[in-house]
């Protein structure tokens, strides 16, 4: 069956340094990649989407990489701020017509300042 | 501006009891979803409607129905509560076609069967 890894331990850092969260991915192919923040208490919030084709993508301060042969998306923040401290979700999604999700657990990230 | 809205934010049911979980969204999309969200289990897919006047099963559809009554409103009923439904309910919608925007979602419901 599907499934979708992400780390379940949170990841501590200092604030100002770069986060790297992991997404990774078996029996499925997906079309695209999505990631989602999460803060305690409130709905998923969409962040960024990249396309099976796309090896990067950016977005200020996030960038998101998408490796098929791997199954593997990391996900970036750099110059890592103490308000960027959430759950972050990685999800994929592919063609067809339900345009259904398919969401890891999801990663806590806790930036020190 | 008012995007996905979720009615009630938190519900207390004896088992047994049934009880409709409300969606409405503004943005004219044309797909909506129902999630639960389970302490390390991520979030999973209840049933869906991909469109207007249709609606299909997702991964844990068992004890739940769903109408998507217009393209606004889709609504999730359970309609004999038990402990093992105890989650926080998620509605999301999402416009066909456009492939760079993600799922909006609304705040939550948080339920517990008791």
């Known amino acids: 069956s599907q499934k979708i890894e992400q780390n379940s331990e949170a990841l501590n850092i200092q604030e100002g340094k770069t986060a790297t969260l992991t997404c990774n991915y078996t029996n499925y192919s997906p079309a695209y990649l999505q990631w989602y923040r999460q803060d305690p208490g409130r709905g998923p919030v969409f962040l960024l989407l990249i396309r099976e084709n796309e090896k990067e993508k950016r977005k200020e301060r996030l960038k998101v990489t998408f490796d098929t042969t791997l199954k593997q998306s990391l996900f970036h923040i750099t110059a890592s701020q103490p308000a960027d401290s959430a759950t972050y979700l990685c999800?994929?999604?592919?063609?067809?017509?339900?345009?259904?999700?398919?969401f890891g657990s999801g990663t806590r990230l806790l930036v020190r300042p | 501006n008012a995007g996905v809205t979720q009615t009630p934010k938190f519900q207390v049911l004896k088992t047994g009891q049934s009880m409709t979980l409300q969606c409405a969204q503004d943005m004219n999309h044309n797909s909506m979803y129902w999630y639960r969200q389970d302490p390390g289990m991520g979030l999973r897919l209840i049933y869906y409607?991909?469109?207007?006047?249709?609606?299909d099963k997702g991964e844990v559809p068992n004890g739940y129905n769903v109408s998507r009554l217009n393209k606004r409103e889709f609504s999730l009923r359970l309609e004999s509560a038990a402990p093992s439904q105890t989650s926080v309910y998620f509605c999301?919608?999402?416009?066909?076609?456009?492939?760079?925007?993600?799922?909006?979602f609304g705040s939550g419901t948080r339920l517990t069967v008791v």
């Open positions: 999800a994929l999604d592919r063609v067809d017509s339900s345009y259904k999700l398919i």
């Open positions: 409607s991909a469109s207007e006047g249709t609606t």
């Open positions: 999301a919608s999402r416009t066909k076609g456009v492939d760079n925007y993600g799922y909006t």
